[in-house]
Nanobody, 123 residues
Framework: QVQLVESGGGLVQVGGSLTLSCAAS????????MGWFRQAPGKEREFVSG????????RYADSVKGRFTISRDNAKNTVYLQMNSLKPKDTAVYYC????????????????WGKGTAVTVSS
């Protein structure tokens, strides 16, 4: 049974930082592309950042480039999202997702999802 468990969300002030973690189990982690998505109230789920299964490439949404950094530790079956210079528009529930092999980073294409962790950026 595949499980993705996010942690690290919370309340932070504008300009602050948070690091999200996603611990995966029940899958061969190194064979999966791992991504972060987010969903703000009343909005569709959107791609934030992804790390290829090969560990060679990363991708970021334009809205977070230069502020967020994704990393993965295959030994710990964990993917991280370091979020700096947070803005109120970053407020959302953040979801970890996994897709076997290469990924197009489309929400509909992801194979597994976590339950999410909430991030609130207050001004």
């Amino acid at each position: 049974q595949v499980q993705l468990v996010e942690s690290g969300g919370g309340l932070v002030q504008v300009g602050g930082s948070l690091t999200l973690s996603c611990a995966a189990s029940g899958l061969t982690f190194s064979r999966y592309a791992m991504g972060w998505f987010r969903q703000a109230p009343g909005k569709e789920r959107e791609f934030v950042s992804g790390f290829s299964w090969s560990g060679l490439t990363t991708r970021y949404a334009d809205s977070v480039k230069g502020r967020f950094t994704i990393s993965r530790d295959n030994a710990k079956n964990t993917v991280y999202l370091q979020m700096n210079s947070l803005k109120p528009k970053d407020t959302a529930v953040y979801y970890c997702a996994a897709e076997a092999g290469s990924s197009t980073w489309s929400a509909s294409g992801m194979d597994y999802w976590g339950k999410g962790t909430a991030v609130t950026v207050s001004s």
